[in-house]
């Protein structure tokens, strides 16, 4: 069935509600205001955690197939709104058509690849007398808390993780960017009982009070480190269970050996793509000296040849950053950049004032001590550093607080594994990075994260472990 992209409604119990006051969000590409969207109160969350924990009692007792073929139904109806999706996806996030669709496609690879992922069950001792079993059992009520940069596919990953494992789940979009969360909640209703899959609209004010709800059991963030913490703060009033996935500050170290024709084209779209609005992009380059100002010249030339625009004209590949907050931290970290009399080699003309577009700007070889190399930009502003001893780049790429991922480019595949043991990452890569897939547990060290999303370990922080003892005489 179609869905209207028109209207948007909060899903509970398997109904679509209006609120009594509404918001919106913005076209970071237009400054223009989207749809109307609802505006929950604390009585719409509580009827909302009634419902799910109504259905948690049945739908935690169904099988794997049942909940699987479910599953499978919600991603069939899912393609079968695919483009609609990514328009919405671009007009809301900003990104480019051509990532958005990549990202519903994406979306669509998470919902069945991790519901054909089996839990263990272990037979820890068998005896005559004894047999002891470790197995897992669903939680309960779950809160999947969704961020703007990749709102449809997180929120999927969140939502399938949840109920395939026998858990129900109520879907908090980034205030930002409620609209496509809002409509693969109203595509669940033709899939899953009702008060299995919902979702709630809201502003600031939503979140912590999802977090602080005694009657959700679980939550799945992802989001920046800083509310990270706020929000396992707030979880340890009532010990919820608890998933972070939070901000990242990945190096790349390239070696002096690899082909730059083949390689520089890669390191450019991922260091870039998103406008590098995602968490587990390559935020600093270490470059070997020996090859250092060719591979610079070749990526600026690369980024420079990018097209920047509104991700609704063909060819873009630079869109805007998705929000007011995020265009005034870049603003405000190229401005230390400039007064700080660093090298900075700014690409494009902004096409658009009314927009949240930042310029793509290369930093040749700042200090290690700047800004722009300790903090996380979170926009399309990349610090290139020269390295020419292996023992000091690893310890440059290690010297942060994030541990999110990392990777090492070199021909030398002995090298480059000996190099990339000695990342600090949850995520390490060779000669490539910002890798994923349903099937690979993903999570950061340090104050990149709790826990692990995708994978059977994914699955399992979405349960409990229950160990059971059959005395059989």
């Not at 119990?13 to 009594?20: G, S, Y």
């Not at 479910?70 to 483009?83: G, I």
């Not at 990749?150 to 409620?178: D, F």
């Not at 547990?441 to 059959?470: A, R």
Request: glycine share 6%; hydrophobic share 40%.
């Amino acid at each position: 069935m179609a869905l209207d992209f028109t209207t948007f409604y909060n899903v509970i119990d398997n109904e679509l509600i209006l609120t009594a006051q509404t918001r919106h969000g913005i076209n970071p590409a237009t400054g223009q205001p989207n749809p109307e969207v609802p505006l929950s109160t604390a009585e719409d969350l509580d009827r909302a955690v009634a419902a799910a924990t109504r259905a948690f009692r049945n739908w935690s007792r169904t099988s794997f197939d049942d909940r699987r073929a479910a599953v499978h139904a919600f991603a069939d109806r899912v393609e079968a709104n695919k483009e609609a999706l990514a328009a919405l996806l671009t007009r809301e996030q900003g990104k480019p058509l051509n990532q958005a669709t990549t990202e519903v496609a994406m979306a669509l690879q998470w919902a069945r690849g991790l519901s054909s992922l089996t839990l263990p069950e272990t037979i820890l001792e068998e005896t005559e007398d004894l047999q002891v079993i470790q197995r897992y059992t669903p939680i309960g009520v779950c809160a999947a808390i969704v961020p703007w940069n990749y709102p449809l596919l997180l929120a999927v990953g969140k939502m399938v993780a949840a109920v395939y494992t026998g858990n129900t789940v109520i879907v908090k979009p980034s205030p930002y960017t409620p609209y496509c969360d809002l409509k693969l909640a109203e595509l669940a209703i033709q899939c899953f009982p009702p008060g299995v899959v919902q979702a709630l609209s809201g502003d600031d004010d939503l979140g912590p009070m999802i977090t602080e709800h005694p009657g959700i059991h679980k939550i799945s963030f992802t989001g920046s480190t800083a509310t990270g913490r706020r929000v396992m703060a707030s979880c340890a009033k009532s010990l919820k269970k608890l998933t972070l996935e939070l901000g990242g500050n990945d190096p790349a170290i390239i070696c002096e050996d690899v082909d730059l024709d083949v390689v520089v084209p890669k390191v450019a779209i991922l260091c870039f793509l998103c406008c590098s609005q995602i968490c587990m992009m390559i935020k600093r380059l270490y470059v070997h000296e020996k090859i250092y100002d060719e591979f610079r010249d070749k990526l600026v030339q690369i980024v420079q040849a990018l097209k920047m625009g509104d991700g609704a004209e063909p060819d873009v590949f630079f869109g805007p950053v998705q929000n007011r907050m995020q265009f005034d931290k870049a603003t405000d970290l190229l401005d230390d950049i400039t007064s700080n009399g660093l090298n900075a080699i700014a690409s494009h003309v902004v096409p658009n004032s009314s927009g949240f577009f930042i310029t793509p700007t290369i930093v040749d070889n700042p200090p290690d001590t700047s800004r722009v190399v300790r903090e996380e930009p979170f926009a399309p502003i990349l610090p290139i550093l020269k390295w020419s001893d292996e023992a000091d780049v690893l310890t440059r790429a290690n010297d942060t607080e994030y541990g999110l991922g990392a990777s090492v480019w070199s021909r030398d595949l002995q090298r480059a594994r000996r190099l990339a043991d000695q990342l600090e990452a949850g995520s390490v890569f060779i000669n490539t990075h910002f890798e994923c897939a349903p099937f690979a547990p993903f999570g950061g060290y340090k104050m990149s994260g709790m826990g692990t999303e995708l994978g059977v370990n994914g699955l399992i922080g979405n349960c409990n472990s229950q160990t059971l003892w059959i005395r059989k005489g």
